[in-house]
Nanobody, 125 residues
């Protein structure tokens, strides 16, 4: 029903910023809550941030709260993750995912229906 394509990953020095984009096609993205997850080598995949269908509600993992901000432009069918004050421990493959369920901001992998391909974020020390 929806396809997600991420962009914006790359290599950045500690303290720098990146802006990830998650572009949706198919069904309008306003139908879906969107979550961001990351998977670092040797670590479990973890929830990073989520945003509700309207964009009025967001939720962040404690590890990124105050540094990352998720937003969405439903006209452009795009969700963004602004990543500031990046740390080496933020290094991971970042995925966006869409949920068509009723939960405002789902937090678990199983609650998401569609996934992007992932984009590598590397933060050098």
């Amino acid at each position: 029903q929806v396809q997600l394509v991420e962009s914006g990953g790359g290599l950045v020095q500690a303290g720098g910023s990146l802006r990830l984009s998650c572009a949706a096609s198919g069904r309008t993205s306003s139908t879906y809550a969107v979550g961001w997850f990351r998977h670092a080598p040797g670590k479990e995949r973890e929830f990073v941030a989520g945003i509700s269908r309207s964009g009025r509600s967001t939720y962040y993992a404690d590890s990124v709260k105050g540094r990352f901000t998720s937003s969405r432009d439903n006209v452009k069918n795009t969700v963004y993750l602004q990543m500031n004050s990046l740390k080496p421990e933020d290094t991971a493959v970042y995925y966006c995912a869409a949920s068509g369920g009723g939960v405002e901001v789902p937090l678990s992998v199983s609650e998401y229906d569609y996934w992007g391909q992932g984009t590598q974020v590397t933060v050098s020390s």
